[in-house]
């Protein structure tokens, strides 16, 4: 249900908007190409055959791209949120 001026069904129509948008941006970024290295660039333990055929030109095994992708996320640090709550841990 909408209020005001706008019609009915617009909330859902730009959270599919938004939704459609991100799905866009991802599609559109650079994937790896060409040949999926046999060993990760990292450990140099063995890349499983069905990992490199899914994402060919890959260069890290799963674990390394884990433990990357967990050390991204703590970076963080910073809540922007601004609760009162948080600000007093």
């Not at 938004?18 to 991802?26: G, V, Y």
Request: glycine share 10%; proline share 4%.
């Amino acid at each position: 249900m909408a209020g005001g001026w706008a019609k009915d069904g617009a909330v859902s129509e730009q959270i599919e908007a938004s939704i459609n948008d991100e799905l866009a941006r991802l599609k559109a970024r650079k994937a790896p190409k060409g040949e999926s290295r046999t060993h990760c660039a990292e450990c140099e333990e063995p890349i499983p055959e069905a990992r490199r055929q899914a994402l060919p030109g890959v260069k890290l095994c799963i674990d390394c791209v884990r433990e990357r992708d967990g050390l991204a996320q703590a970076r963080g640090g910073i809540n922007r949120r601004g609760s009162k709550d948080s600000q007093l841990k």
